[in-house]
């Protein structure tokens, strides 16, 4: 078994075997797929695959499923036409996540499930920033953008612990099934896929059911 993982080995390994326990869930939807190397990651057991994004930002390998060019909130999917949805790092880019989940609850079969991912608010550094005082929220990812306010890419509006993340999802009519807490270590190093379920997680990931 593997010891030691870097921060992307330790997301998809855990995304594969979300993917592999929910393989009888054949219509997949990637929700704000960016560059679709996760939706990839869904696209076995003989899935039909969809993505949908704002801009197409796929690169030259991940063009082999269906592609929807539109808006998360304004877009042509019908209701209740997707067994599993992704959506990875969204919700922390919102001012109003309870309409992400409203939309995802929209689009979601009966009893679909929801795989939703978010950074940990109080992952190692981000927790230190945090008591130190030198983050609030909102707050930019990067200093070169600081100017981009309405742009929502560049910016995180709240982020969220385990807890604060549960009771979310639950007040918007989903059942948190399980929430994965990920990667121990540097992001641009390597460290533990998961340690005892402690704080200081860097991802969260989350299996949602949908409720009526």
């Given at each position: ?13 855990i995304l594969r075997g979300i993917s592999f326990k929910y ?88 009893d679909g499930i929801c795989v939703l991912s978010t950074p ?83 991802n969260l990931i989350c299996v949602l059911k949908k409720c009526?």
């Open positions: 078994m593997k010891f030691l993982y870097s921060h992307k080995e330790a997301i998809d390994t393989k009888n869930s054949k219509e997949f939807l990637d929700l704000g797929c960016g560059d679709g190397n996760r939706t990839n990651i869904f696209n076995e057991y003989g899935r039909v695959v969809a993505g949908l994004d704002y801009n197409d930002y796929r690169t030259s390998k991940n063009r082999n499923f269906v592609f929807f060019k539109e808006d998360i909130f304004n877009n042509s999917l019908k209701s209740a036409s997707f067994d599993i949805v992704l959506n990875f790092d969204v919700i922390e880019h919102l001012a109003q996540p309870g309409n992400l989940l409203k939309e995802m609850h929209r689009i979601l079969r009966k940990n608010k109080y992952r190692f550094f981000g927790a230190l920033l945090i008591v130190l005082g030198l983050r609030k929220f909102p707050y930019c990812l990067n200093s070169k953008f600081v100017n981009s306010k309405n742009n929502p890419d560049y910016w995180h509006q709240r982020e969220y612990t385990a807890s604060e993340l549960r009771k979310l999802v639950e007040k918007n009519n989903f059942k948190a099934v399980k929430i994965f807490k990920v990667f121990y270590g540097v992001t641009s190093s390597s460290g533990l896929l998961s340690l005892f379920g402690a704080p200081f997680c860097h009526d």
